[in-house]
């Protein structure tokens, strides 16, 4: 049973950095799939914010190309997104997802972490 | 981006009932590569139909997808208690890869 774990902060402040990390269970992080961050807020629904693949390539939504990044760390069998900059709208659920067969199609998704960005 | 518009934004049916659920392209999607999650209070979206109309594991067959061009359906044939939640469609044709903004489907 494939599960998948998110991990950070439930708060941070407004122009701050968060760093959320995704630990999986059931899977090796090693698969040929590709491990997806999406989040979801009231005010935008659902958005797709990155994806990697083992070997460390990345693709990332154009709107948040700028202030994302993510990192593989296969010892951990974890993946990690950080994300700058941060306000108000950024304020969201965040789930990391593993893809099937790498086709951006969201097959397991962790439980989810609310992060709140205020002072 | 494309755009995914959802309709209604509420459907309100009895169990036993069948519901359909449509989602509208802004533009073409490569070999209609959407896909449908269902969401309940509380929880992660969970992975129904992808493709045309391929069920994710576990599934049960009375959920059905549907294509016509650049317009997608999710059809419950069905309603069991079970099913009253939220529904979204997705599509993982182009990047970024983009939802609808789903559709609540209620107890009436």
């Known amino acids: 049973q494939v599960k998948l774990q998110e991990s950070g902060p439930g708060l941070v402040r407004p122009s701050g950095t968060l760093s959320l990390t995704c630990t999986v269970s059931g899977d090796s992080i090693g698969s040929d799939t590709w491990w997806s961050w999406v989040r979801q807020s009231p005010e935008r629904g659902l958005e797709w914010i990155g994806e990697?693949?083992?070997?460390?390539?990345?693709r990332y939504n154009p709107s948040l190309k700028s202030r994302v990044s993510m990192s593989v760390d296969k010892s951990g069998n974890q993946f990690t997104m950080n994300m700058q900059s941060l306000t108000a709208a950024d304020s969201a659920v965040y789930y990391c997802?593993?893809?099937?067969?790498?086709?951006?199609?969201?097959?397991?998704w962790g439980q989810g972490i609310l992060v709140t960005v205020s002072s | 981006d494309i755009v995914l518009e959802q309709s209604p934004d509420t459907l309100s049916l009895s169990p036993g009932e069948r519901a359909t659920l449509s989602c509208r392209a802004s533009q073409s999607i490569r070999r209609s590569k959407v896909a449908w999650y269902q969401q309940k209070v509380g929880q992660a979206p969970r992975l129904l139909i992808y493709g045309e109309s391929s069920r994710a594991t576990g599934i049960p067959d009375r959920f059905r997808g549907f294509v016509s061009g650049t317009d997608f359906s999710l059809t419950i044939t069905r309603l069991e208690p079970e099913d009253f939640a939220v529904y979204f469609c997705q599509q993982y044709g182009t990047a970024p890869y983009t939802f609808g903004q789903g559709t609540r489907l209620d107890i009436k």
């Open positions: 997802a593993r893809e099937l067969w790498g086709t951006s199609i969201f097959e397991y």
């Open positions: 990697i693949y083992h070997t460390g390539s990345t």
